[in-house]
């Protein structure tokens, strides 16, 4: 009875806890309570005494393109009920590249759904139909597998275990292993819109990158003085070594931030994300050097396409891709990629070096992508 009224008295505290439908207009974490005395008809309620632990043993995971990854969350009761309990549990998430409005911080950004399941049934939302299961791999085990990453599927993974009113969850952030790459126009620097940034990247087999992403990657040394869309739609350049015209020398090391600009109206360069491919990038051994037009021509005669930059970055990165010879890329640009650096190919740190985008008429080799 005591427990029965403490139930009430919480459910009654959360109606006046102030604005808290304001705050959650839309709130529902997807099921129904109507069967909250879920007792044993005898007015009991099983939770007497009862919790609910849920658990993950990582708090963040990263995993690779193209392949499957699995979220662990786990959750046990103590003391371990006699009779089995109706466990329900869902999986929601925030994307890392939702735009943070300025006047929503990031804690209340809302949560979509990945996927629900209750007993043998479950269901999966989105972009995430066909491609999650729970692992089950033991009683409790709840960890969320996902097939076939895509780029876009980083970000704060929530595991919810709901028991009646129990109600308890734990977040798992996935990440991807790849790595990060300013990128600017054609048509010159500080040219891209927001949505220019998006499309840029999306055209290089990339993505806008993330904080965490640009934020990593300054970490492992990335040093750029111009600054770039990332995917929450803010602005940002990171400097290793404080100099003047880049944020200045009295500025400790670090991302300089220029906050959300307008998506519509400012423009900068960009910074996207690439993560493994599944196919091959290659220099293509021809006898002579090419144009551009004869670039594309080439690579899809030897039955591929021309390589896109993104692709370009992520051999380099992640297959340790060295060849001291410049290539057309997709884009028009010209670049190669150094992983052992040497006399005669740029400068003294790993890299992709980068020639810009050359008139057309000229000639250089290519970069293909199987
Ligand atoms: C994520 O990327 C995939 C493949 O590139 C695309 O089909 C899907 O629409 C994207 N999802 C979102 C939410 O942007
Ligand atoms: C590249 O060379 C071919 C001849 O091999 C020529 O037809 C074509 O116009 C040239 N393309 C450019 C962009 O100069």
Same mark, same amino acid.
């Given at each position: 009875?005591?427990?029965? $009224?403490?139930?009430?008295?919480?459910?009654?505290?959360?109606?006046?806890?102030?604005?808290? &439908? #304001?705050?959650?207009?839309?709130?529902?974490?997807?099921? &129904?309570?109507?069967?909250?005395?879920?007792?044993?008809?005898?007015?009991?309620?099983?939770?007497?005494?009862?919790?609910?632990?849920?658990?993950?043993?990582?708090?963040?995971?990263?995993?690779?393109? %193209?392949?499957?990854?699995?979220?662990?969350?786990?959750?046990?009761?103590?003391?371990?009920?006699?009779?089995?309990?109706?466990?329900?549990?869902?999986?929601?998430?925030?994307?890392?590249?939702?735009?943070?409005?300025?006047?929503?911080?990031?804690?209340?950004?809302?949560?979509?759904?990945?996927?629900?399941?209750? #007993?043998?049934?479950?269901?999966?939302?989105?972009?995430?139909?066909?491609?999650?299961?729970?692992?089950?791999?033991?009683?409790?085990?709840?960890?969320?597998?996902?097939?076939?990453?895509?780029?876009?599927?980083?970000?704060?993974?929530?595991?919810?275990?709901?028991? %009646?009113?129990?109600?308890?969850?734990?977040?798992?952030?996935?990440?991807?292993?790849?790595?990060?790459?300013?990128?600017?126009?054609?048509?010159?620097?500080?040219?891209?819109?927001?949505?220019?940034?998006?499309?840029?990247?999306?055209?290089?087999?990339?993505?806008?990158?993330?904080?965490?992403?640009?934020?990593?990657?300054?970490?492992?040394?990335?040093?750029?003085?111009?600054?770039?869309?990332?995917?929450?739609?803010?602005?940002?350049?990171?400097?290793?070594?404080?100099?003047?015209?880049?944020? %200045?020398?009295?500025?400790?090391?670090?991302?300089?931030?220029?906050?959300?600009?307008?998506?519509?109206?400012?423009?900068?360069?960009?910074?996207?994300?690439?993560?493994?491919?599944?196919?091959?990038?290659?220099?293509?051994?021809?006898?002579?050097? $090419?144009?551009?037009?004869?670039?594309?021509?080439?690579?899809?005669?030897?039955?591929?396409?021309?390589?896109?930059?993104?692709?370009?970055?992520?051999?380099?990165? $992640?297959?340790?891709?060295?060849?001291?010879?410049? #290539?057309?890329?997709?884009?028009?640009?010209?670049?190669?990629?150094?992983?052992?650096?040497?006399?005669?190919?740029?400068?003294?740190?790993?890299?992709?070096? %980068?020639?810009?985008?050359?008139?057309? &008429? $000229?000639?250089?080799?290519?970069?293909?992508?199987?």
């Amino acid at each position: 009875m005591l427990s029965l $009224l403490r139930h009430l008295l919480a459910v009654f505290l959360y109606l006046l806890l102030p604005g808290a &439908h #304001g705050r959650f207009p839309n709130y529902n974490n997807g099921f &129904h309570y109507h069967d909250i005395s879920n007792g044993n008809g005898n007015g009991e309620i099983f939770f007497n005494g009862v919790r609910l632990h849920v658990e993950s043993p990582q708090l963040a995971v990263s995993a690779s393109r %193209g392949s499957s990854v699995i979220l662990p969350c786990h959750f046990h009761y103590e003391p371990e009920p006699n009779t089995p309990r109706r466990t329900r549990v869902k999986w929601s998430w925030i994307p890392a590249n939702t735009i943070s409005e300025p006047v929503f911080p990031v804690a209340t950004a809302r949560e979509t759904e990945v996927m629900v399941a209750m #007993g043998k049934r479950q269901r999966s939302y989105g972009s995430f139909k066909g491609r999650v299961r729970l692992r089950r791999s033991v009683p409790g085990d709840m960890s969320l597998v996902i097939n076939e990453l895509q780029l876009n599927d980083t970000g704060r993974y929530r595991c919810e275990v709901i028991d %009646g009113l129990e109600d308890e969850s734990v977040t798992v952030d996935l990440e991807l292993r790849g790595v990060v790459f300013p990128y600017f126009s054609q048509k010159g620097r500080y040219h891209f819109n927001f949505f220019g940034a998006q499309q840029a990247c999306q055209d290089q087999d990339a993505t806008l990158a993330t904080f965490e992403q640009l934020f990593t990657a300054w970490e492992e040394g990335l040093d750029w003085c111009n600054a770039g869309w990332l995917a929450d739609g803010t602005v940002q350049y990171p400097i290793i070594v404080p100099r003047d015209g880049c944020g %200045g020398n009295n500025l400790a090391p670090g991302l300089r931030s220029y906050g959300q600009r307008h998506r519509l109206l400012h423009r900068y360069d960009a910074f996207c994300f690439s993560a493994s491919i599944k196919g091959t990038v290659y220099f293509l051994k021809h006898p002579t050097k $090419l144009n551009f037009t004869e670039a594309v021509e080439a690579c899809v005669r030897d039955g591929s396409q021309i390589a896109r930059v993104g692709q370009l970055y992520a051999a380099w990165r $992640l297959m340790g891709l060295d060849r001291c010879d410049a #290539g057309w890329l997709a884009d028009g640009s010209v670049r190669y990629p150094i992983t052992v650096p040497r006399a005669n190919c740029g400068p003294p740190d790993p890299g992709v070096r %980068g020639f810009g985008f050359p008139p057309a &008429h $000229l000639k250089f080799s290519v970069y293909c992508y199987r």
